[in-house]
């Protein structure tokens, strides 16, 4: 079995269940592994096999030191590379197209730098950029507040549509999210009524919730990117994107002393380790006293 052919058969199990945006991702990561092995082997992966390759070479560990002899290459970064080379090892073995090569491997230790959620001061200068009497102004600032205080990302945002909110009972369904998953969040009341708002500013019952200010065109990734863009600038947020705010969700809940569990379920995560990731950032700030954005009550009184 060549790499190539792995590969590919990789991607056909993995498309099954796997949005395009991870099988892009596993594509980029993975190219950077093939480019080892021809490097290595002096070969393409369209004909270097598994069974071919010497006994004692681990080309999973040998991925790893490759990666930390380049200079300025981060073991954050190493560690994205190696999940999805990990990732597709791992099929390769179960499908007995391999040896195991990622058995007892350690990757390097983490180093990123924790990412401050948004302070109070900051949404507020964030909040008044927002001409709330205009269809733009509305519109931006309902978008902010669903990633802000609701958790969502970016894409559940520009797919979100009128028969998914339930004002009634404070809650959002999510469809067809990341990995084809759907889950329900809390939504607070100023969040609806500013979705509310809007939607009466564009006389729309149905359909999608945001389009674009011309015409009715569903919002595309590249729109939101270019939002952000202009609030850093109006705002004077100079660390503002879009994730910070689902970051920012994540921490000021758990600081509200909301638990792990609830908020991997509204963040709609697949691995438990993922949420995880928060529960050390949130205990440095409520120690400190960090001004941090507060949720609202509604998280806090509901399941509770």
Same mark, same amino acid.
């Given at each position: ?10 991607l056909a199990?993995?498309?099954i ?22 490097e ?33 290459v981060k ?14 090892l791992k ?12 058995k007892k ?8 730098v924790?990412?401050?959620?948004l302070?109070?001061s ?8 927002f001409?709330?009497?205009?269809v733009k ?16 990302r970016?894409?559940e945002?520009?797919r ?6 339930d ?17 329900i969040v809390l ?6 009524n ?10 729309r ?5 945001f389009?674009s200010?011309?015409?009715?065109n ?16 109006e ?7 879009a ?6 969700f994540a921490?000021s ?7 792990l569990?609830?908020?991997r ?5 697949y691995?438990?380790s993922?949420?995880?990731? *928060? ?13 941090i *954005? ?5 998280f806090f009184?509901?399941?509770?």
């Amino acid at each position: 079995m060549t790499v190539k052919h792995a590969y590919e058969c990789f991607l056909a199990d993995r498309s099954i269940y796997c949005s395009p945006q991870t099988l892009i991702s596993y594509s980029g990561h993975i190219s950077v592994f093939f480019r080892y092995l021809t490097e290595k082997y002096n070969a393409s992966v369209d004909v270097i096999d598994f069974a071919e390759l010497p006994a004692g070479d681990n080309i999973y560990s040998g991925f790893i030191l490759y990666l930390r002899t380049k200079g300025g290459v981060k073991n954050v970064t190493i560690r994205s590379y190696c999940r999805a080379v990990k990732a597709f090892l791992k099929y390769c073995y179960e499908e007995d197209y391999c040896k195991d090569y990622i058995k007892k491997v350690k990757l390097p230790k983490d180093d990123s730098v924790p990412k401050m959620p948004l302070y109070i001061s900051e949404v507020s200068a964030i909040d008044s950029t927002f001409d709330l009497l205009t269809v733009k102004g509305r519109r931006n600032y309902a978008i902010v507040h669903l990633m802000l205080d609701c958790g969502l990302r970016s894409r559940e945002v520009c797919r979100l549509q009128v028969k998914d909110l339930d004002m009634q009972h404070n809650l959002l369904h999510i469809n067809d999210s990341k990995g084809n998953k759907s889950r329900i969040v809390l939504c607070p009341d100023f969040v609806f009524n500013a979705v509310y708002d809007y939607l009466k500013f564009k006389r729309r019952t149905e359909g999608f919730v945001f389009t674009s200010l011309r015409g009715n065109n569903v919002l595309v990734k590249n729109t939101i990117s270019q939002l952000f863009a202009d609030l850093k600038k109006e705002s004077g947020v100079e660390r503002l994107h879009a994730h910070l705010l689902r970051h920012t969700f994540a921490t000021s809940y758990l600081i509200g002393g909301g638990n792990l569990e609830f908020l991997r379920a509204f963040m709609g995560h697949y691995d438990y380790s993922v949420t995880k990731n *928060y529960s050390s950032l949130a205990a440095q700030c409520k120690m400190l006293g960090a001004d941090i *954005y507060q949720l609202d009550k509604i998280f806090f009184e509901r399941g509770y």
